[in-house]
């Protein structure tokens, strides 16, 4: 095992200079980052909003996620719905039962 001794100018100084490293490096990484596209809140729905929309009930909706015909968000137990997937998703069931049915 080594041991480096600095002085307490050295080190500060040393302190000073990596500081000044990282935030440089987050400076040329913030502009990027902010031209990222970024989904608002307003997208994400929670299970009740979800099965309101859809006009269903968990198990229906459970059998969605688990087909993947709707996209999810999932973190621990928590669950969110896209709501421009579940949109779709009624779009295409509309288009689908459209032929389904005689007029």
């Not at 709707?70 to 509309?94: C, N, P, Q, T």
Request: charged share 35%; aromatic share 10%.
């Amino acid at each position: 095992m080594e041991l480096i001794i600095f002085e307490k100018e050295s080190y500060y100084q040393a302190l000073a200079e990596m500081k000044k490293f990282i935030k440089e490096a987050i400076s040329e990484i913030k502009p990027s980052a902010s031209q990222a596209p970024i989904e608002s809140k307003e997208q994400w729905v929670n299970a009740k909003e979800a099965e309101a929309i859809l006009h269903c009930r968990k198990t229906k909706l459970k059998k969605l996620r688990d087909a993947a015909l709707i996209r999810v968000y999932k973190h621990e137990r928590k669950i969110l719905y896209h709501k421009k997937s579940l949109l779709e998703y009624l779009e295409d069931f509309a288009n689908k039962s459209r032929g389904t049915f005689k007029t």
